[in-house]
């Protein structure tokens, strides 16, 4: 069955570009989710307060929820607020949202897990999804377009899980 999950792990190229390449995950998509406003643009994130999301279709049969965010707590900086990588503002926060009670529920139940093994505090956010606004083409697939793209992810790092 084909479910999804609206991630946030900071800039949208590199999460977006490492999801792809897992098996199970059928369609990906970058977007500004949980922001102030019902529109925005690239240039108007930061006054709209929305994160750079990535909308991302799996195939539970194949994939489950507990393993796509695994992949995500490896590559981001769970106790980092606003910034991952060199990318600094509110836009680059961490979040799962998801519009599904029950997916947000097993999401908290993970970090709930994982803030047991750590010492600091995690900073991801878990919300209900609010206002996703998909992101201009260009940002689409941009590390596909522009391998030499920034991007804060080892994108070749995949742990086994």
């Not at 998801?98 to 139940?109: F, H, P, Q």
């Not at 919300?127 to 793209?149: C, M, R, S, W």
Request: hydrophobic share 30%.
């Amino acid at each position: 069955m084909i479910k999804e999950i609206y991630l946030a792990g900071g800039c949208f190229w590199g999460v977006e570009a490492y999801f792809k390449e897992i098996e199970g995950v059928v369609d990906t998509e970058v977007g500004y989710a949980n922001g102030k406003t019902e529109q925005t643009t690239y240039e108007e994130v930061p006054v709209t307060d929305h994160a750079e999301t990535v909308h991302i279709k799996y195939d539970d049969e194949v994939i489950s929820l507990e393993k796509l965010l695994e992949y995500l707590y490896y590559i981001i900086d769970p106790f980092s607020v606003d910034k991952q990588g060199n990318d600094r503002g509110r836009q680059y926060r961490t979040g799962i949202y998801s519009i599904n009670v029950e997916d947000l529920e097993k999401a908290r139940e993970f970090l709930d897990k994982k803030q047991a093994n750590e010492d600091n505090e995690i900073k991801v956010e878990v919300e209900e999804l609010k206002n996703f606004i998909v992101a201009e083409d260009y940002h689409q697939d941009y590390l596909e377009k522009n391998p030499t793209g920034y991007c804060h992810i080892n994108l070749n790092d995949r742990p086994s899980l």
